[in-house]
């Protein structure tokens, strides 16, 4: 019986080996390599050609507001700046104590504390609640107090201007209001008082009784209130003899004519 042999799986193999598998060439690897470097080369070069493109391109006009086109105003000449004696800022800035009106004729200056005026003495005039009134001058922004005092005779009279810090909220006004409250009650003047001329919020008061306490002379008392700015004016005379409204009324008008 003749043996058979079985056949190779590649010729020239030896017997009994399988076949080796095909092995891709260095030409066929490079030819593939070759391929994808032109591929990407493609891609960047139409990049590069079209972004050169849209820069020589001019830019696409935007579409127009939705909303009508608004005139313009036309800008004037500007106004020229205040003068030092026409700026309110620059007048009450300054010395506080060259507002108050000056000492009349025939009076003596008082040896009461005259001059600047600091929160805690201003305070100490409301000698019924000097504790509570601090608080409040601090609430409503107390910057500073300017006071000037005479006398003549048995009249004693006192002008105070008291500047607030009025940024946020009107503590002049808060100061104006809180005294005018209180003013109409029978303790105090017992009347709604008048209005000072030329002034929106400022009021006079004439005390209609004296008031007297055992082993003193019967007092009367006149007052005045009112705000220009960021100042309050609190004017007070007192006197052993009645007070007319025309002697704190003029005073009154005085003093804010100089704010």
């Known amino acids: 019986m003749e043996d058979v042999l079985a056949p190779s799986a590649e010729p020239g193999a030896p017997p009994g080996e399988p076949a080796a598998e095909k092995k891709p060439g260095r030409r066929s690897r490079r030819t593939v390599a070759l391929i994808a470097?032109?591929?990407?080369?493609?891609?960047?070069?139409?990049?590069?050609?079209?972004?050169?493109?849209?820069?020589?391109?001019?830019?696409?006009?935007?579409?127009?507001?939705?909303?009508?086109?608004?005139?313009?105003?036309?800008?004037?000449?500007?106004?020229?700046?205040?003068?030092?004696?026409?700026?309110?800022?620059?007048?009450?800035?300054?010395?506080?104590?060259?507002?108050?009106?000056?000492?009349?004729?025939?009076?003596?200056?008082?040896?009461?504390?005259?001059?600047?005026?600091?929160?805690?003495?201003?305070?100490?005039?409301?000698?019924?609640?000097?504790?509570?009134?601090?608080?409040?001058?601090?609430?409503?922004?107390?910057?500073?107090?300017?006071?000037?005092?005479?006398?003549?005779?048995?009249?004693?009279?006192?002008?105070?201007?008291?500047?607030?810090?009025?940024?946020?909220?009107?503590?002049?006004l808060s100061f104006l209001e809180g005294q005018l409250a209180y003013m109409p009650g029978d303790k105090w003047a017992g009347n709604a008082g008048e209005p000072i001329p030329h002034s929106s919020n400022g009021r006079a008061f004439v005390s209609d009784h004296p008031k007297s306490q055992p082993g003193y002379v019967p007092m009367y008392s006149a007052r005045a209130l009112a705000v220009r700015g960021d100042i309050a004016l609190d004017i007070q005379i007192y006197d052993t003899r009645p007070i007319r409204m025309k002697t704190v009324m003029s005073l009154a008008e005085r003093q804010l004519e100089r704010l």
């Not at 309110?88 to 009461?112: E, F, M, N, Q």
């Not at 003549?152 to 201007?161: W, Y």
Request: hydrophobic residues 35%; glycine residues 8%.
């Open 37 to 172: 470097c032109a591929a990407v080369l493609g891609v960047v070069a139409g990049v590069c050609t079209g972004y050169a493109v849209q820069v020589q391109r001019d830019p696409d006009p935007l579409p127009p507001l939705a909303q009508p086109e608004i005139a313009q105003a036309r800008q004037g000449k500007a106004p020229a700046p205040l003068s030092a004696s026409a700026d309110h800022r620059v007048r009450t800035d300054g010395d506080l104590r060259r507002l108050l009106v000056p000492r009349p004729a025939g009076t003596r200056k008082s040896d009461a504390q005259q001059g600047w005026v600091d929160q805690h003495d201003f305070a100490e005039y409301f000698f019924e609640k000097p504790g509570p009134m601090f608080g409040e001058l601090s609430d409503e922004g107390f910057r500073r107090a300017a006071v000037t005092v005479w006398e003549k005779g048995n009249a004693t009279t006192s002008v105070q201007l008291v500047q607030f810090r009025d940024a946020e909220e009107r503590g002049s």
